[in-house]
């Protein structure tokens, strides 16, 4: 057996393929699949807190990139460890639902300063970590409704639709509505981000392997 073999054979062995009926090409895939997916954070999330955060100093700009980098950092650790400790392929990055919270509600309708809304931040992530460890955390979850579990899961995820359907420029602000259907039919980039949803919806119906990879890749 050659190197290569014997490296792709511990990697099959850490990562139980066998026991999860896949292989090392549908991970990387999907893997790809999941990154494309999800590195809208990289420049939603330091958007989002930019508008609350301000530090002596330093330019609106230079506060961007800091608070980029800290993504790319929170979501690269956070994706490590829940692969190679918890052996899970799931990718982990700033919420979007909180981030928004923290930045619009607690910091700029509330008034708090930011530095006090992120130490309280780090003592939640301290008090979940020792609920985790003595499994709180669990019996917690587990109280909470079926249902409420369901509409939560929608409800994040029809705010990154909003998210994306503003910056496809499918929806606009409205004073009357909040919200409202934005000139579609002119503007070039509505188009061709419905075009480009359109043709991923199509591969994905017919069973194509990277339906949504080549989707992203078609319209970009």
């Not at 800290?70 to 690269?76: E, G, K, M, R, V």
């Not at 002119?186 to 188009?191: F, G, R």
Request: no cysteine; proline share 3%.
């Amino acid at each position: 057996m050659s190197d290569t073999s014997r490296s792709q054979s511990r990697v099959a062995s850490f990562f139980e393929f066998d026991k999860h009926d896949t292989d090392a090409k549908t991970e990387v895939v999907a893997g790809i699949t999941t990154f494309l997916t999800m590195s809208y954070i990289i420049v939603v999330n330091p958007a989002i807190l930019s508008a609350a955060i301000s530090i002596e100093g330093y330019s609106d700009g230079q506060v961007f990139q800091m608070l980029a980098i800290t993504t790319i950092l929170a979501a690269a650790v956070g994706s490590m460890v829940m692969a190679l400790y918890a052996n899970r392929p799931f990718g982990l990055a700033p919420g979007m639902g909180l981030n928004a919270y923290f930045a619009f509600t607690v910091v700029i309708a509330l008034g708090i300063p930011w530095q006090t809304a992120l130490a309280a931040v780090f003592v939640e992530g301290i008090v979940f970590i020792a609920m985790s460890s003595v499994g709180a955390r669990r019996y917690i979850i587990e109280f909470f409704p079926e249902p409420v579990k369901f509409a939560v899961g929608a409800g994040i995820g029809l705010f990154l639709l909003l998210l994306g359907l503003i910056e496809i420029n499918v929806a606009v602000a409205d004073e009357a509505t909040l919200v409202s259907l934005g000139s579609v039919a002119s503007d070039p980039v509505a188009l061709l981000a419905l075009a480009g949803l359109a043709f991923t919806i199509v591969l994905y119906a017919k069973g194509v392997t990277g339906s949504i990879i080549t989707g992203i890749l078609a319209t970009a």
